[in-house]
């Protein structure tokens, strides 16, 4: 038992960089625009690139919940291991791209290769770890996530120094070695140990593909949570695609100079957001049954008076504080998700439940990203911004009121 809770941390570690490159990967295109541009003269046009980031966008939601179905029935360390393999070396194929179609269809393909991952990367780490260490597992895995989307923003950097076509070649080749890494060091959670459930060890059986869809559809807690997910979804992939737009506007600095700021800032406060609301419902969750939820929902509120400040501020100490208010607020959320989802969803389910939950928050990013692009062009970035405060206040209230849960890891009878 010792040996699997010392392993449990070692498959954090390992994910931790399989997170990084997900996110990295994905990002640099879009910091590469301009030197790709020049090659690929498809690229100046704004709605051609629009397609692009699109096209991932759509897939890797449709594919969410079919990747979870997936992770759910098969091995995951080999999931996880394959669709590594798969958009490293679609990252490293782009280096060779001459042309808009090869970049779309290879765009495309990464959506599905990375939408693979996370149900499996998420449902495996809550799988080896227990109550006490799962929210603090799972938070330490997302830091993973914001440290590739920061990085990503490197890759005009790289491509500027040598070539955009290097810059690919570079992540892409990593990115192979690495899978190559986890066959030897990554391994699924054998059914003989079972999966901790408090004093409890159950023995995980895989379920029939598509029965995974009928019991969280009948479970009411899993509608509820599929709800309070999303709304912060809105704002949370808002200030991911908007931030840096809305940090120039309101404080009237150029692009170059608010693009690092918002993502370091938001970055660096989600690091410590979700390594503090690990630790805080970890501990939290022994003492009371709703620990998890009461720590989400106070990352929750601190979102509300950011989104204000974030949206009405124009000093630099508003903007800052808000930005660093949201991050700290939106980490305490992101890692404790999948917790809480243990605490109504068999282990059996949860990757299908995670991937439902992912294709949601897409969709629901693509939605909004979409309409805080028409409201900047209207002038109204920042009225559009702070109103996502009274959508965030209306999943807290959800959160709070309907979510009761009465077991630390749920189990089917």
Known sequence: MKNTNR??????GLL????????????????????????????QSATNFGYLMAIFLWIYGFMSPVSGIIA?????????????????????????????????WLRALMGVSEALYIPAGLSLIADFHSSKTRSLAIGIHMT??????????FGATIADKFSWQATFHSFGIVGVIYALVLV???????????????????????PSIFKGFAILFTNISFWIILFYFAIPSLPGWAAKNWLPTLFAQNLNIPMSTA?????????????????????????????????????????????????????????????????????????????????????FVSSKYRATAYGLMNMTGVFFGAFITDLLGKSSDAGNLGQDFAMLAGIVCLALFV????????????ADA
């Open 259 to 343: 693009g690092p700021l918002s993502t370091i800032t938001i970055a660096f406060s989600s690091f410590v957001g979700v390594i503090f609301g690990g630790i805080l419902s970890d501990r939290w969750v022994q003492k009371n049954i709703k620990g998890r939820i009461y720590t989400s929902a106070i990352g929750l509120a601190l979102t509300i008076p950011s989104l204000l400040l974030l949206g009405f501020g124009h000093s630099l100490f508003h903007v800052m504080g808000a930005a660093l208010c949201f991050g700290l607020g939106f980490g305490m959320f992101d890692a404790n998700n999948m917790p809480i989802l243990c605490q």
């Open 399 to 410: 959160q709070l009121y309907f979510l009761k849960p009465v077991v630390n890891d749920f």
């Open 16 to 43: 931790w960089v399989v997170a990084l490159l997900n996110y990295m990967d994905r990002q640099m295109l879009s910091t590469m625009k301009p030197a790709m541009q020049i090659d690929i003269h498809e690229l």
């Open 184 to 206: 030897f060091f990554l391994r699924e959670k054998k059914a003989s140990e079972g999966v901790e459930m408090d004093d409890e060890i159950k023995i995980k059986v895989k």
């Open 7 to 12: 392993y449990a941390w070692v498959v954090v």
């Open 144 to 153: 993973g996530l914001y440290m590739g989307q920061a990085l990503g923003g």
């Open 72 to 104: 759910d029935k098969f091995n995951r360390k080999w999931l996880i291991v394959g669709s590594l393999f798969v958009w490293s070396l679609v990252t490293y194929l782009m280096g060779y791209a001459t042309t808009f179609n090869q970049i779309y």
